[in-house]
């Protein structure tokens, strides 16, 4: 055994915790001044990023040599099926139709945030990678669910619209301990290294503030 996986992400998650004012876009969600077009430009953004995190987390999976490591990006891919399935709902609910998503053009400050997710899932080994992915889960779960809840109290929509935020906002059963297994397994098995999973951490964090803070420049 070389570490602990939870001493680990700890030191990770508090060396990357949000500072106030990072987001620019969920403070204006929060306050009901974020334009409906703003909102439904996220969700046509996310009906190209969740295809492909699927795909990614697929192939880390595949490339995974533990079988928690394979499990645990086995389960993110299935998470993301699940995700796609509820944006359609949430665009509908904002006033766009499907040629509406299908018509529009990405930014490419949101795509950076699935091309790495993409690079890792080539290039990194599936321990560091799953080290960058669980850091980022505890900023990116709280964003959605601080979404989830102004979209229903300022924007009006139903917890049916909603289910995309809240499938990322809730955490899933047993998420935290499949992911401290993954980590772990790198760990002992020496294929997850401290000074590589805290790089592709901190990008990955950085990719993900680009993706809320490229929107509000379309306002």
Not at 96 to 121: F, H, I, N, T
Not at 175 to 201: F, P
């Amino acid at each position: 055994m070389t570490g602990s996986a939870r001493a680990l992400l700890d030191s990770i998650h508090q060396e990357l915790a949000p500072r106030e004012g990072e987001n620019r876009l969920v403070p204006l969600v929060q306050e009901g001044t974020a334009p409906r077009s703003v909102l439904g430009a996220l969700a046509a953004e996310e009906s190209r990023i969740v295809p492909c995190d699927w795909r990614s987390f697929l192939t880390l999976s595949a490339r995974a040599t533990d079988r928690p490591t394979r499990e645990f990006f086995a389960g993110l891919a299935q998470g993301e099926g699940t995700a796609l399935g509820a944006l359609p709902k949430l665009s509908a609910a904002l006033g766009w139709s499907e040629q509406d998503v299908a018509d529009y053009r990405p930014k490419a400050g949101c795509q950076a945030y699935p091309a790495y997710m993409s690079w890792l899932a080539l290039h990194a080994d599936p321990g560091d990678a799953a080290v960058a992915i669980v850091s980022n889960f505890a900023a990116f779960g709280a964003y959605c669910a601080e979404v989830a809840r102004a979209l229903r109290t300022r924007y009006g929509l139903s917890d049916s619209d909603c289910e995309f935020f809240d499938l990322f906002g809730t955490p899933a059963p047993r998420a935290d301990e499949q992911a401290e297994a993954a980590v772990q397994a790198g760990l002992d098995a020496g294929t997850t290294t401290d000074a590589l999973a805290r790089q592709y951490a901190g990008l990955f964090q950085d990719y993900e503030l680009m993706f809320w803070n490229t929107l509000p420049d379309e306002m």
